[in-house]
């Protein structure tokens, strides 16, 4: 038979597995909800199972000659020299944004070749890039 102090330890150890599971589930699950997936023009284009409605960041090279400046709103393509994906952005872009430079916006898609921005992140100096997209430049080099 169980004493009064073995029975309290007990309960006590469940309930802070519990609390303790509970507590690393919701941790998991508003990590999940915040991730952002990196993605090229060629990823978008060959991924048949496409979410619309998350937010992702696209990343290439701003295509020469694509750039329109408008009075509220900025397009351009991005390519990563194989496929090429249209975007529309309102708002600042960084000093460093250009044509042939390197670019990651982030958005959502509104289908598969034109990219609605919400925010645009440029390159720091002229030998960064994006590991995932420094690959992906290799492969399409070849």
Known sequence: ??????????????????????????ILQSLKNNILYFKSPSDIKKNQELD?????????????????????????????????????YSGTVPNLFSEEKGVVAEGKLQDKKFFIAERILAKHDENYMPPELKEIMKKNAK
Not at 7 to 14: E, G, Y
Not at 70 to 81: A, L, P
Request: charged residues 25%; aromatic residues 8%; hydrophobic residues 50%.
């Open 52 to 88: 619309f409605s998350k937010k992702i960041r696209v990343g290439g090279m701003v295509k020469k000659n694509s750039l329109i400046v408008q009075e509220n709103e900025i397009k351009f393509v991005i390519t990563d020299f194989k496929n090429e994906l249209q975007v529309s």
């Open 1 to 26: 038979m169980l004493t009064k102090k073995v029975k309290k330890r007990a309960s006590l150890l469940s309930i802070s597995l519990i609390i303790s599971f509970l507590a690393i589930f919701v």
